[in-house]
């Protein structure tokens, strides 16, 4: 479905990012994976190029800096790629009583989840404009739609990315750029290992969860095909939920 285009993945080495690299892969894709840890990101690009095709590249590099952005943009730009399809999937989740969150806290949250978003659309907007058009597929949250207490500066900076995507949306549809967001629910992943040890609240969430379980990165990886498809041209500036029916129930 994908042969020959070019997806870049941010936080791709690991989590929900690494499940949507291994979707396009299958699919036939060229994968750039895009993190801070070098060594972490070689290997998940070595394990997700399963045939031995070259097919997945690894680039080192903070979001949240911009520097970093331009100089892994410069360097993409040396190995010949443009981007056909971006997922925005890097994210921090730092946790603190509002009262006692520093700024240094708060700005790194911000720097990472909301202003990566933007500072990779950004570079990618040449290129798709060069090749008529592409896909910008953004990983929101719940905590976009609903709150819970410790963790302000995450779900400030998820209510951005939601409406960031919009922005781009409407700026950016003249030059036939689709941009959308996910909201996953509860997904089983790094980022939640402490939830899920946590006996009481691996309760609650399936409780509280209509489809009954956590939800897999493999479940948000399927959203994120269909965005990028041609199927979803004429769809943008839509947020689109990956959460066994939680935002839909009281
Ligand atoms: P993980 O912690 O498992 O993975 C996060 C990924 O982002 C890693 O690849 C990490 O690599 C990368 N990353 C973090 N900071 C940066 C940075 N500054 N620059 C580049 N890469 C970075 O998280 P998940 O897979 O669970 O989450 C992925 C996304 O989905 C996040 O945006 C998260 O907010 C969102 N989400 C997750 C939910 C869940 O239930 N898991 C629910 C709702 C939303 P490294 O640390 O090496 O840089």
Redesign the pocket.
């Known amino acids: 479905m994908f042969n020959g285009k070019c997806v870049l993945i ?9 499940a949507i690299a291994a979707a396009f892969y299958a699919q036939g894709a060229e994968i750039i994976i ?4 070098q060594e ?2 070689r290997r998940a690009a070595q394990e997700l190029d399963s045939k031995h095709e070259g097919r997945v590249q690894a680039l080192v ?5 911009q520097d970093a952005v331009a100089q892994a943009f410069a360097q993409l730009k040396a190995w010949g790629k443009s981007v056909n399809i971006l997922v925005n ?5 730092l946790r603190a009583p509002l009262a006692e969150m520093s700024v240094e806290i708060w700005q790194q949250v911000l ?3 909301l202003t ?1 978003t933007f500072l990779l659309s950004k570079q990618v907007f040449p290129m798709m404009q060069a090749q008529g058009g592409g896909k910008i597929i953004n ?5 976009s739609e609903i709150v819970r207490p410790g963790i302000s500066a ?1 779900v400030a900076s ?1 209510g951005g990315v939601k409406m960031f995507t919009k922005a781009i949306a409407v700026e950016w549809a003249p030059y036939n750029i689709q941009a959308n967001a996910i ?10 290992a402490p939830l899920m040890a946590d006996e009481k609240f691996n309760q609650f969430i399936v409780k509280r969860t209509p489809a009954g379980r956590w ?1 897999k ?1 493999e479940d ?1 990886a399927a959203a994120a095909l269909f965005l990028a498809s041609s199927g979803a041209d004429f769809i943008t500036g839509q947020v689109l939920a990956v959460d066994g029916g939680i935002l839909a129930a009281l």
Do not use: F, Q, W
């Open positions: 941010s936080g791709g080495s690991r989590g929900i990012g690494r895009m993190s801070r840890h972490e990101l590099c903070d979001v949240g800096d999937c890097a994210g921090v989740n720097d990472i989840n990566g990983i929101a949250s719940l905590m995450y998820k909201i996953p629910g509860y997904i089983e992943t790094e980022l939640n939800g990165p948000v």
